[in-house]
């Protein structure tokens, strides 16, 4: 019987990782719910439970993949890819009013900026305490602080080393844990509770993913407006990581 299941489950692995991310965060919510009463929200919960995961694939199968490089689990490496996270992003937008988009006005876009430099200054110096002291390494580690995916674009262009790549990628995977879980804490001191506040804040903090779900857990009304500024906040970076933070680092650093 279990290998007529095994069968099914490896050929429809789309379904299977869709069935698989259900299941993890139904039980993030319910630890969220009943461990944490609620003050760490189940998204935060769900992505250390796939940290957990995918070091336990890639641990049992040698791969580079985590889960997906398990045959039975190989859709959850189509279902987290590029494609169907950009689809989703995007998709928030949708649900932007395009008269309160406008609110955010010049106020939005100096937050977007300072929310990609300030970060890869903190970055940058962090990599160069740390002993990175090349302008490659720096400005990757430090575009890893602006979103987890800004470094590895920024590593990939500049010709950095793979463990540099790795480090940016847990550096922005850190800065989007601790905006997950601290949005919802904050949110009142922030004064969270508007439309131009949450793109304000979207594009101060950045991470599209931390931004998401810490405004899901205070108001999921202000999801779209803050996904919106974070998902330009990423583009921005991935413009400006490897040409203008990076020549502003070599001229530092040589």
Do not use: H, N, Y
């Given at each position: 019987m279990w290998p007529i299941i095994e069968n099914a489950l490896e050929h429809n692995g789309l379904i299977t990782a869709f069935a698989v991310v259900g299941a993890i965060m139904w039980l993030s919510v319910l630890l969220s719910k009943y461990l944490t009463f609620g003050r760490v929200h189940g998204s935060?919960?769900?992505?250390?439970?796939?940290?957990?995961?995918?070091?336990?694939?890639?641990?049992?199968?040698?791969?580079?993949?985590?889960?997906?490089?398990?045959?039975?689990?190989?859709?959850?490496?189509?279902?987290?890819?590029?494609?169907?996270?950009?689809?989703?992003?995007?998709?928030?937008?949708?649900?932007?009013?395009?008269?309160?988009?406008?609110?955010?006005?010049?106020?939005?876009?100096?937050?977007?900026?300072?929310?990609?430099?300030?970060?890869?200054?903190?970055?940058?110096?962090v990599a160069y305490a740390f002993g990175y002291r090349d302008a490659v390494s720096m400005t990757t580690i430090g575009a890893g602080a602006v979103t987890y995916i800004v470094g590895p674009v920024t590593g990939a262009a500049l010709g950095a080393s793979s463990d540099v790549m790795a480090l940016s990628i847990a550096t922005g995977l850190i800065k989007a844990i601790l905006v997950m879980v601290f949005t919802p804490v904050s949110a009142r001191l922030l004064a969270l509770d508007n439309p131009r506040s949450a793109m304000v804040f979207g594009g101060l903090a950045g991470t599209v993913s931390g931004v998401t779900a810490g405004l899901a857990a205070t108001d999921r009304r202000l999801v779209p407006y803050g996904a919106l500024t974070a998902t330009f906040h990423t583009g921005l970076g991935c413009l400006m990581g490897p040409s203008i933070l990076y020549f502003c680092i070599r001229g530092l650093v040589g």
């Open positions: 935060a919960i769900a992505i250390v439970i796939g940290l957990v995961l995918a070091w336990v694939g890639g641990t049992v199968t040698g791969g580079q993949k985590g889960l997906a490089d398990m045959a039975l689990f190989s859709g959850i490496g189509l279902m987290g890819g590029a494609m169907l996270r950009d689809f989703a992003i995007v998709a928030t937008a949708f649900e932007v009013q395009a008269t309160e988009a406008r609110k955010a006005g010049m106020i939005g876009a100096v937050a977007l900026l300072l929310g990609t430099v300030l970060p890869f200054i903190v970055g940058a110096a």
